[in-house]
């Protein structure tokens, strides 16, 4: 890529964006004194769409003048407007994809149907340091199971020195422990480092062993381009509020490859999942849809779904690979800009990313808290990370070059 050190090439960038106009669909936030600020954080949390209010506004009125009757109206089938974009994010079909609950409520009623340990293939492959979540899940599901993680846990680690890990290393861990392997369970990205993983090549080879293969696709959704239906990856969730930019406490999304649709092993049920064709005679026994939407277990959050719905609309009209391929771009422009600029500061972030540049400096935490003051909202991870998140549908190229400039400026203090 050829990029220049200037605003004025910043400026010409964004001229030519395709995609600059979709900055004005969202409330972009300002400081205490309305100064406008830098947020490279739709990795944590994404902006507000614009119109997310006024659809808020129309169910709150249909519940007012309707009330119980706005659930034939309107509610009943709402969660069904979201399986088809949703399904284009990650890359699979409609009916492998359904929105419900929170990310870790959805990756243990996952792991309920998909890891079931036996004496011989038992062991469980995650990343090591992977996102809390993900690793209390684990852990106490190994636990559950009356395993201990001792036994059952394959911890892959990056080497002495590194930050991040070796892809081989996570492929050599598949063969080495082979058809002892129940699950390869793994976050798409690594939340700390801003790495993607290769999931097609460890979605084959945990396959060619015999394992179940899931993925934790938090900051993945939204932010890479995914194939899972393609790729045979079994099982995924992710939330909806960092990239995808549905609001805090969004409800979040699953897939289940349609391989597992006539599911006849074991499952928590509730009333949502049930056959539609009979779910309102309450019969006694459960008989599942047989598409993702089986997993359910309670109706649809509606006014939780709105913004995501609303967020949705815009990365249609974009398109995922437009916003992949801006993505690349705009964080591509953050680590030329930093290495050219700022000799002093670590990128540990490797070149197989996404839209998160993760960054390394010495007495980061002070560095940090004067970028917070000088309106750069990013976010610190301990023990010395600071991560860096331009996003593709509101950020702009100026904004990443005022951002190094930032940077130098506090360092130079």
């Not at 050829?2 to 960038?13: P, R």
């Not at 669909?25 to 949390?45: A, Q, R, V």
């Not at 890891?115 to 090591?128: A, L, T």
């Not at 959050?301 to 992949?324: D, F, Q, T, V």
């Amino acid at each position: 890529m050829n990029f220049k050190d200037s605003i004025s090439y910043a400026e010409k960038e964004d001229q030519e964006d395709q995609l600059s106009h979709f900055r004005q669909k969202f409330f972009y936030p300002k400081d205490s004194l309305d100064k406008k600020i830098i947020y490279f954080c739709g990795n944590s949390l994404g902006l507000q769409p614009k119109s997310v209010p006024e659809l808020i506004k129309n169910e709150l009125e249909l519940w007012g003048e309707k009330g119980v009757l706005g659930q034939h109206i309107r509610w009943v089938d709402f969660h069904e407007r979201l399986a088809k974009p949703s399904a284009n994010i990650v890359g699979a079909k409609p009916s492998e994809v359904v929105i419900m609950n929170a990310l870790t409520v959805n990756i243990h009623l996952l792991l309920v149907s998909f890891y079931h340990p036996q004496k011989k293939r038992f062991k469980v492959i995650i990343e090591k340091d992977a996102f809390p979540s993900d690793q209390y899940a684990i852990e106490s599901q190994i636990s559950f199971h009356g395993y201990n993680k001792e036994e059952a846990l394959v911890e892959i680690a990056p080497r002495d020195g590194r930050k991040v890990l070796d892809e081989k290393d996570i492929l050599d861990a598949i063969e080495l422990h082979g058809d002892s392997i129940a699950l390869i369970y793994l976050g798409g990205v690594n939340y700390y480092t801003g790495q993607v993983f290769d999931m097609e090549s460890i979605t084959s080879l945990g396959k060619k062993h015999g394992a179940t293969i899931g993925f934790n696709l938090a900051h993945c959704a939204g932010n890479i381009e995914l194939e899972l239906h393609d790729w045979g990856v079994d099982f995924a969730s992710w939330c909806t509020y960092k990239y995808l930019c549905a609001g805090p406490g969004s409800p979040a999304g699953v897939f289940i490859h349609e391989d597992h649709h006539d599911w006849k092993g074991p499952r928590f049920a509730g009333w949502w999942g049930h056959d539609k064709n009979t779910r309102f005679k309450m019969p006694a026994k459960f008989s599942p849809i047989k598409t993702a939407e089986g997993w359910q277990i309670s109706n649809a959050p509606i006014m939780g779904m709105i913004p995501l719905m609303a967020s949705l609309e815009l990365y249609e009209k974009a398109g995922m690979e437009n916003i992949r391929n801006k993505g690349i771009r705009l964080t591509g422009y953050l680590e030329f800009l930093i290495k050219i600029d700022l000799p002093e500061v670590s990128i540990i972030t490797p070149n197989n990313k996404g839209s998160q540049l993760s960054i390394s400096i010495k007495k980061g935490r002070q560095v940090f808290d004067r970028l917070i003051e000088e309106g750069l909202i990013c976010d610190w991870r301990e023990p010395d990370v600071i991560r860096l998140a331009p996003h593709p549908l509101f950020n702009t190229f100026q904004e990443v070059f005022n951002t190094v400039k930032l940077i130098r400026d506090v360092l130079n203090e």
